[in-house]
């Protein structure tokens, strides 16, 4: 399976962007899908994650209440909305899939990058 990751771009802090990750080859619905970060000197960090089955969100605490992950399952694609953004949000934002029930994420796209200016 290919993912293939866009949105991504400058923005003012406070501002807005939307991150799209399409899935190419196969239907996702099947799988849980997650974005995935790394700032500037940083450790890639998982941010925001829907499962497959239910659809469960989960976020990591710097950026609750200003990110939503959503599914559009007509695009086979993966939505992160991200609101209220601050410069620590700088730096490529990646989506990964697990391609196996109960494993690793195993897919990745390409990676864009989002540069939150103060």
């Known amino acids: 399976v290919q993912l293939q990751a866009s949105g991504g771009g400058l923005v003012q802090a406070g501002g807005s962007l939307k991150l799209s990750c399409v899935v190419l080859?196969?239907?996702?619905?099947?799988?849980?899908m997650g974005w995935f970060r790394q700032g500037p000197g940083k450790e890639l960090e998982l941010i925001a994650t829907i499962r497959s089955n239910d659809s469960k969100t989960d976020y990591t605490d710097s950026v609750k209440g200003r990110f939503t992950i959503s599914r559009d399952t007509s695009k086979n694609t993966i939505i992160l909305q991200m609101n209220s953004l601050k410069p620590e949000d700088t730096g490529v934002y990646y989506c990964?899939?697990?391609?196996?029930?109960?494993?690793?994420?195993?897919?990745w796209g390409q990676g864009t990058l989002v540069t939150v200016s103060s």
């Open positions: 080859g196969r239907s996702f619905s099947s799988y849980d």
């Open positions: 990964a899939a697990k391609t196996a029930a109960g494993g690793s994420y195993d897919s």
